[in-house]
């Protein structure tokens, strides 16, 4: 039997970024029903667009809270749905719960204690987030090759730009036109220079990861707090220690009262957490490990504080 784990195509977290504007993807593959006025849907709406059923949807979310809450999540509460939606909106209120007529055929269900909607780039993100829904796995191949496309279509109008101003600079030169040349010959160099310009900024931003795999270098997938620590100190200078750099994690609220990351850093790739058993003790301890990115984003961090010795 397939291993359905292997085939889900999970997007990392750079390409989620980058690809949770195109939201348009989302009514190619299915269409999507938002609720009118509010632009956004109920996490049962979220359930049937995906095919699964509502408690996969609300895994999803608390595992990525933080994630998609910055994707314009809200909890409306009934004054503030009031509010939001004016006094022209019927509603009917019960013991329990309120229904806001919001159309002829349309009826948003409000529990008295209030309901978090999503609007199209949560819904995205979340598609880009699920496992086990043939629907998500559609949306995250075509958001692929959105991206795949939109990445060639960027190198073609590249070398046609390119093409056609040095064809401008052939006609003026076959034609003895000094004026249009030069005008030609300017743009040709303007161009030239944006690239160059792009480049530089590429490797400028490039420039602390490239410095910290010239660094580090380890080559191990992940290490503990004390070995990273140790290679702080052994190869950039940084004396910080085990105990103070697990003092200096929970200062930055990236791990709690327990050494355990928060699970935001949990899904932003920078820990993963084993469970080893210590000699003497007939149980297992969860034991953070931090990976290779997690050494990258950390160092940013670190360096920060910290001057070389």
């Avoid at 022209?88 to 909607?117: A, C, E």
């Avoid at 559609?138 to 390119?162: G, P, Y």
């Amino acid at each position: 039997m397939e291993n359905k784990a292997t085939n889900e195509n999970l997007l990392d977290a750079e390409t989620r970024e980058k690809l949770a504007g195109r939201v348009e993807v989302l009514d190619k593959v299915k269409k999507l029903f938002l609720l009118p006025q509010l632009e956004m849907i109920t996490v049962a709406q979220i359930a049937d667009y995906y095919g699964v059923d509502k408690e996969a949807i609300q895994k999803c979310y608390q595992r990525n809270k933080d994630e998609i809450d910055l994707d314009g999540v809200e909890k409306f509460y009934l004054s503030t749905l009031v509010q939001r939606l004016g006094q022209n909106v019927q509603s009917v209120k019960t013991k329990y719960h309120t229904d806001f007529m919001l159309s002829d055929t349309v009826t948003l269900r409000v529990p008295n204690g209030g309901i978090r909607l999503f609007p199209k780039r949560a819904i995205l993100r979340i598609g880009m987030l699920l496992r086990d829904s043939e629907v998500a796995r559609e949306v995250r191949t075509q958001l692929l090759n959105v991206f795949e496309k939109t990445d060639d279509s960027q190198k073609i109008e590249a070398i046609e730009t390119e093409q056609e101003i040095m064809g401008q600079m052939g006609i003026a030169f076959a034609n003895g036109d000094l004026t249009a040349f030069c005008e030609a010959a300017m743009q040709y160099n303007a161009f030239k220079q944006r690239h160059i310009d792009r480049l530089e900024a590429k490797i400028s931003a490039d420039k602390p990861k490239v410095e910290f795999a010239e660094t580090f270098g380890s080559g191990k997938e992940t290490v503990s707090v004390g070995t990273y620590a140790k290679m702080l100190y052994d190869k950039k200078g940084i004396d910080i220690g085990r105990n103070r750099l697990f003092s200096w994690l929970r200062r930055n609220g990236i791990v709690d009262s327990k050494n355990i990351p928060y699970q935001k850093y949990m899904n932003a790739g920078w820990f993963r957490v084993v469970s080893i058993q210590k000699p003497g003790i007939n149980q297992n301890i969860p034991t953070a490990r931090i990976t290779a990115k997690g050494q990258e984003k950390l160092f940013e961090l670190i360096s920060e504080d910290y001057k070389e010795a």
